[in-house]
């Protein structure tokens, strides 16, 4: 299995950027295909993007593209979410998690198999 931290939360005003990463231990972080996860208060977690293992193929919920880039260095075990023009609609706690296939379209929480625990990130108007 593998154990995901993610870290780089915070506050930001709107238009402004924030680097989301995430630290993975355990098991071979490049046999996992990995995605970012969000949960507003009072909404539904919401899928925001995924990477493939060799960090080739990526997919962006259609709210965040072009402002959100989804990244990974296999090197440093380690995942990042790059977020440009923040929007206060981007509120939420985001989650990484780590999904074992490597088939695209894989945007719904019950195809991840680990999760960490969330990071803050609140856009003020």
């Known amino acids: 299995q593998v154990q995901l931290v993610e870290s780089g939360g915070g506050l930001v005003q709107a238009g402004g950027s924030l680097r989301l990463s995430c630290a993975a231990s355990?098991?071979?972080?490049?046999?996992?295909?990995m995605g970012w996860f969000r949960q507003a208060p009072g909404k539904e977690q919401e899928f925001v993007a995924r990477?493939?293992?060799?960090?080739?193929?990526?997919q962006y919920a259609g709210s965040v593209e072009g402002r959100f880039t989804i990244s990974r260095d296999n090197g440093k075990n380690t995942m990042y979410l790059q977020m440009n023009n923040l929007k206060p609609e981007d509120t939420a706690v985001y989650y990484c998690?780590?999904?074992?296939?490597?088939?695209?379209?894989?945007?719904?929480?019950?195809?991840?198999?680990?999760w960490g625990q969330g990071t803050q990130v609140t856009v003020s108007s």
């Open positions: 998690a780590a999904d074992s296939s490597d088939s695209v379209y894989r945007t719904r929480s019950f195809h991840y198999d680990y």
């Open positions: 355990g098991r071979a972080f490049s046999s996992y295909a």
């Open positions: 990477i493939s293992r060799s960090g080739i193929n990526t």
